[in-house]
């Protein structure tokens, strides 16, 4: 065992104060390191594996403790002189010019902020013992550091790092759960795990998992590479979404596939399409430099080139939003308009055959669903029918024909209205109110019922009673979710 002493920049900890606000931040320095280890060894065959160690409780009873982490990669490794460089050059990583993840060379530190140990047990040669670099909580302050030959607890024989966090801290080890670490993990290193650049995996005392990249929605639109210029590019990947949703985001990716931020964090995408809550996916760039505490991006020469590619790509992707959008809403408005004309066919048989108030809410469901239930069992191809049973003649639909439409400035607040030339009823499709509905197909079914309802009143009562029917849409509309 030799003493060694830790030396830090200026600043340091202000720095790593920023760089990880949360344990999932911490932990992913390390994660960060090995995926840099696996990436200088060999484009291909690395290996991180993540291992989540518990401890039962005392008594037998309640939830087991998390004791440790342990971070495993089959990288490059470290021997005990690069221990001693990495020990005195903290803050001043030479990871810098090779614009690697752990650009600030101060993610061993992170280990302060998850554990009250770290034992970091590397080698650089198969066959060989590994050295333990060791740090403490309690040394920080007088810079005090181990660096032991062979560590008997953490001793192993192979090239690549084990980084032991030893003693979770108690009041952060509920943050740090394998389905929480699983899904952040899988989003900020989406780019390396879709280019299976290496497999991560992660385990606890009962069963190891696979961490897969994070899953997009809705329907990929593009996936391109589109040079920067001097031998740089950058990848995109997007996704529309057939709706808005609240947690959409484009993912910026720098080198190694590590994420750096949303898109939208940065000044120049903040507005639409990139802002479009339509919008999903990924974004690589390996030359982009981020700032000393990681949170903005050096606007340099490549920043220039990225953000003037991507001013480029604009246009094309604000049509490929409204192409997307408007199939999907088609395609929607098609099945709940099935519906829906079924649902007011029935509901006129019912009314004139006097069944409506007989109709319980119970014997209602069970309607639907032995109604559905014909409906899912279709004829036999051949059109055979059974001996002695009489073929049914389709009785004619008495639901009015629908149709979505644009509505002409002088219509634009309206829900619907009626189109005598053609006989149809015209849904505004750009109507708030119907694109919220549409998010769910009972609540569309719904929504244009009341419509035909309103349009059938309408028809009875004139043209006096359409401001009346057309609010009454609306409030019903906008009770969907307490009356339904």
Not at 324 to 340: D, K, T, Y
Request: overall charge positive; aromatic content about 6%.
């Amino acid at each position: 065992m030799a003493k060694a002493r830790l030396h830090t920049g200026t600043g340091v900890f202000a720095v790593l104060a920023n760089v990880c606000r949360s344990p999932q931040e911490a932990l992913k320095q390390f994660v960060e390191n090995a995926a840099d280890a696996v990436e200088q060894a060999s484009p291909r065959g690395g290996r991180i594996s993540i291992q989540l160690e518990y401890e039962p409780p005392g008594n037998g009873h309640g939830q087991d403790t998390l004791k440790s982490i342990v971070v495993e990669d089959n990288g490059v490794g470290m021997s005990r002189e690069k221990m001693y460089q990495v020990l005195g050059r903290i803050g001043d990583s030479e990871k810098i010019n090779l614009a690697l993840r752990g650009e600030q060379g101060i993610g061993i530190l992170a280990f302060a902020l998850i554990a009250e140990t770290i034992h970091l047990a590397s080698g650089v040669e198969e066959g060989k013992p590994s050295s333990c670099l060791v740090l403490r909580r309690n040394w920080l302050k007088s810079g005090r550091a181990e660096i032991i030959a062979r560590c008997p607890s953490h001793l192993h024989k192979r090239r690549g790092t084990t980084v032991f966090l030893e003693g979770i801290l108690p009041e952060i080890a509920p943050q740090l759960g394998k389905a929480r670490i699983r899904e952040y993990l899988g989003q900020q290193f989406a780019s390396d795990l879709r280019a299976n650049l290496y497999e991560m995996t992660i385990s606890d005392d009962h069963v190891s998992e696979t961490i897969h990249p994070q899953h997009f929605r809705g329907v990929k639109v593009m996936s391109s590479s589109l040079p920067l210029g001097r031998r740089r590019s950058v990848f995109i990947e997007l996704y529309v979404l057939p709706w808005e949703m609240s947690d959409a985001v484009v993912g910026l990716y720098g080198r190694g596939g590590t994420r750096i931020c949303s898109l939208t964090d940065l000044p120049h995408f903040k507005e639409l399409p990139w802002a479009d809550r339509r919008l999903e996916g990924y974004i690589r760039c390996d030359r982009l430099k981020r700032t000393a505490d990681k949170t903005a991006i050096v606007q340099n020469e490549v920043f220039n080139a990225f953000a003037a590619e991507l001013g480029k790509l604009e246009p094309t992707v604000r049509e490929l939003l409204l192409k997307v959008s408007a199939e999907s809403l088609e395609q929607r408005f098609g099945i709940a308009l099935s519906r829906a004309s079924r649902l007011i066919d029935r509901f006129l048989r019912y009314r004139e055959q006097g069944k409506l108030t007989d109709l319980s809410l119970a014997s209602a469901v069970g309607a639907r669903k032995r109604n559905g239930d014909r409906e899912a069992r279709s004829e036999p191809k051949t059109g055979a029918v059974k001996p002695g049973v009489p073929r049914r003649t389709p009785v004619p639909t008495r639901a009015p024909n629908i149709r979505l439409d644009t509505p002409s400035a002088d219509k634009a607040s309206y829900r619907s209205w009626y189109d005598p030339g053609q006989s149809e009823i015209c849904i505004n499709r750009e109507h708030v109110e119907f694109l919220l509905s549409q998010r769910e197909n009972k609540r569309c079914v719904r929504y244009l019922f009341t419509i035909w309802a309103k349009e059938n009143l309408l028809q009875e009562y004139g043209e006096n009673a359409e401001r009346i029917a057309d609010e009454m849409v609306g409030v019903l509309a906008e009770a969907e979710p307490l009356i339904w």
